[in-house]
T-cell receptor, first 109, second 112 residues
C-alpha cells in the first residue's frame, strides 16, 4: 500500500492564528480524500471530505491538487478547541482508507 | 447516530494468553476494520471485512486472526499474546454508499 505523508508537527499557534497543514500521497489512483480529526485519547472522526474544486466548512478549508498529489487543510481564527491531531486520509477505488500518521496542533491561549 | 462499541476500554493480559477483542456496530454497515495505533506509527490496518464470513488481510496481520459470523460483529483474536502487541486497538465500520469510517472508542491492551 502506498503511503500518505504528513508533517508530524507539533504546530504550536496562538489563538486566532491561521494554520495550514499539508499532505502528500503517492498512489496516483487515489480518488477519495479526507481529513479526520483525533482528540487526545479519543477515536478519529471525519472532519471533512476534500473535493477537487476545494471546499470550505466554516473556518476550515480543504484543497486538493491532483497533479502534485497534494492535499491541504487551512484553519482560520484558531480556537483552543481546535487542538488535536489531524489525519490526512486517501482512498483508491474500493480499497480501505489509507491514513497518514497525523499532524499535531496545539492552540495556545 | 452511528455507534461502534468495543468490549473493553482497557485490558491487561499475560504473554501467551488468547485474547478476544469484540466490536459491534448498530448501523447495518457492510464493512468493518481493525487497526492498531502506536505513537509515531499512526493507524495500521490489521484485518478488514466487506461482508459476513469474509475477511482480508491488512498491512500487519501477523499474530492476529478475525471472525465475522454476524454482520454487526467483528472480532479480533490474538492467538498467543506477545508484549509487542501492547497497543491501542481501534475498530471501525463503513457502508459502501458513504466512505466515512466510524470508529469505536478503542481498547488499550497491555500484554505483560
Amino acid at each position: 500500500r502506498k503511503e500518505v505523508e504528513q508533517d508530524p508537527g507539533p504546530f504550536n499557534v496562538p489563538e486566532g492564528a491561521t494554520v495550514a497543514f499539508n499532505c502528500t500521497y503517492s498512489n496516483s489512483a487515489s480518488q477519495s480524500f479526507f481529513w479526520y480529526r483525533q482528540d487526545c485519547r479519543k477515536e478519529p472522526k471525519l472532519l471533512m471530505s476534500v473535493y477537487s474544486s476545494g471546499n470550505e466548512d466554516g473556518r476550515f478549508t480543504a484543497q486538493l491538487n491532483r497533479a502534485s498529489q497534494y492535499i491541504s487543510l487551512l484553519i482560520r481564527d484558531s480556537k483552543l478547541s481546535d487542538s488535536a491531531t489531524y489525519l490526512c486520509v486517501v482512498r483508491a477505488g474500493n480499497t480501505p482508507l489509507v491514513f497518514g500518521k497525523g499532524t499535531r496542533l496545539s492552540v495556545i491561549a | 447516530d452511528v455507534k461502534v462499541t468495543q468490549s473493553s476500554r482497557y485490558l491487561v493480559k499475560r504473554t501467551g494468553e488468547k485474547v478476544f477483542l469484540e466490536c459491534v456496530q448498530d448501523m447495518d454497515h457492510e464493512n468493518m476494520f481493525w487497526y492498531r495505533q502506536d505513537p509515531g506509527l499512526g493507524l495500521r490496518l490489521i484485518y478488514f471485512s466487506y461482508d459476513v464470513k469474509m475477511k482480508e488481510k491488512g498491512d500487519i496481520p501477523e499474530g492476529y486472526s478475525v471472525s465475522r459470523e454476524k454482520k454487526e460483529r467483528f472480532s479480533l483474536i490474538l492467538e498467543s499474546a506477545s508484549t509487542n502487541q501492547t497497543s491501542m486497538y481501534l475498530c471501525a465500520s463503513s457502508t459502501d454508499r458513504v466512505h466515512e469510517q466510524y470508529f469505536g472508542p478503542g481498547t488499550r491492551l497491555t500484554v505483560t
